[in-house]
């Protein structure tokens, strides 16, 4: 069986929460610049994983001012955007029925590449089905793209279109691990260590249930980035365990790192476990509604002239609508 101690995923993809920082701005200023050079951001994918970049206007006055007024997303704007997509990843996987380990691996790989983009390069519509797709893949639970996109009303050529660039800003690193079989693991043991009676495993399960609806809110946030899937598991176990009281969580926390003859203090871990959960208590899953302006501001960003046909549509309603007022008997005239 594959070990999370030496794999690529504790080698490369845990962060401090600094570096993390950096990976981001870096992303955000990389497209900044774009928008500034060629007045969008949007890069076109091929099959095979190549790039192209937006087309450089001709230099001029009346352009320069044109890309001045872009307003470009700032970082927290797309972490609010990164957030609602990877929601959504969960619900799609829901739709489809998909299990937990599929769920985890999409939001994961769309993470991974959201540290190597910023999401005004690459819309998260489009990647969030393509790392679905992926993990699908990986899990050996093989769904066609056709069918994929079809759940969703999406074109399913944009999913096979994306998959190679996917695949390798994950570095092609492709095997994750979750807090969702530790989390399992840990009250299979919770429950020999209480030494659980009778009347004591249907709290386990509640304790369990709950507790897996807490790591679904922890994959929402930078944490699996930031911590192994391990800890991951027990904040949220930690979390359930306060409503449900199954165990001292401290004394079980003592008798792990016992058994693993840690290095580690209890408070150390506590430390860790406390991290998680203030970035859990901060969460906040930003609605359609929510998003409708940072959305505005992505559309301008991958297509400024897609702003322009806007404003010369409200422009031509606005006169429509005065001609009307000002010939009375004569209806406005809608195209069907």
């Known amino acids: 069986m594959a070990d999370f101690q030496t794999s690529t995923h504790r080698a490369k993809w845990i962060f401090t929460p600094a570096d993390l920082m950096e990976k981001y701005k870096a992303t955000n200023q990389r497209a900044r610049k774009t928008l500034e050079q060629y007045g969008a951001t949007r890069m076109e994918v091929d099959v095979d994983g190549s790039l192209a970049y937006p087309q450089a206007q001709l230099d001029g006055k009346d352009n320069a001012e044109k890309h001045s007024?872009?307003?470009?997303?700032?970082?927290?704007?797309?972490?609010?955007?990164?957030?609602?997509?990877?929601?959504?990843?969960?619900?799609?996987?829901?739709?489809?029925?998909?299990?937990?380990?599929?769920?985890?691996?999409?939001?994961?790989?769309?993470?991974?590449?959201?540290?190597?983009?910023?999401?005004?390069?690459?819309?998260?519509?489009?990647?969030?089905?393509?790392?679905?797709?992926?993990?699908?893949?990986?899990e050996e639970n093989h769904v066609s793209a056709e069918e994929l996109g079809k759940g969703i009303q999406q074109d399913h050529q944009m999913i096979l279109n994306n998959e190679m660039i996917v695949l390798q800003s994950l570095g092609f690193d492709l095997i994750v691990y979750?807090?969702?079989?530790?989390?399992?693991?840990?009250?299979?043991?919770?429950?020999?260590?209480?030494?659980?009676?009778?009347?004591?495993?249907?709290?386990?399960?509640?304790?369990?249930?709950?507790?897996?609806?807490?790591?679904?809110?922890?994959?929402?946030?930078?944490?699996?980035?930031?911590?192994?899937?391990?800890?991951?598991?027990?904040?949220?176990?930690?979390?359930?365990?306060?409503?449900?009281?199954?165990?001292?969580?401290?004394?079980?926390?003592?008798?792990?790192?016992?058994?693993?003859?840690?290095?580690?203090?209890?408070?150390?871990?506590?430390?860790s476990l406390d991290a998680i959960d203030s970035l859990v208590s901060k969460l906040k899953i930003p609605t359609a509604k929510d998003m409708r302006h940072i959305d505005r501001k992505l559309k301008s960003c991958w297509d400024p002239s897609s702003q322009d046909d806007k404003k010369r549509e409200k422009k031509s309603k606005h006169k429509s609508k005065k001609a009307s007022a000002e010939t009375p008997g004569v209806p406005s005239v809608a195209p069907h």
């Not at 937990?100 to 990647?127: D, G, N, T």
Request: net charge negative; with cysteine; glycine share 2%.
């Open 69 to 138: 007024l872009l307003k470009p997303l700032n970082i927290e704007e797309e972490q609010l955007m990164r957030v609602f997509y990877e929601h959504k990843i969960q619900e799609v996987c829901g739709a489809f029925g998909f299990p937990h380990k599929i769920q985890a691996a999409a939001i994961i790989y769309f993470k991974r590449f959201y540290l190597q983009w910023s999401v005004m390069e690459h819309h998260p519509k489009h990647i969030m089905l393509t790392c679905i797709y992926a993990s699908c893949k990986i």
């Open 178 to 271: 979750a807090p969702y079989r530790s989390l399992e693991a840990f009250a299979d043991d919770m429950e020999e260590f209480c030494q659980a009676k009778d009347d004591q495993l249907q709290t386990r399960k509640e304790l369990q249930e709950t507790a897996k609806l807490d790591a679904d809110k922890t994959m929402l946030t930078d944490a699996p980035l930031l911590f192994p899937p391990g800890q991951l598991a027990l904040a949220a176990l930690r979390r359930s365990n306060e409503l449900h009281r199954v165990v001292d969580y401290e004394r079980y926390l003592e008798s792990i790192l016992s058994r693993q003859h840690s290095l580690h203090s209890v408070s150390e871990l506590c430390e």
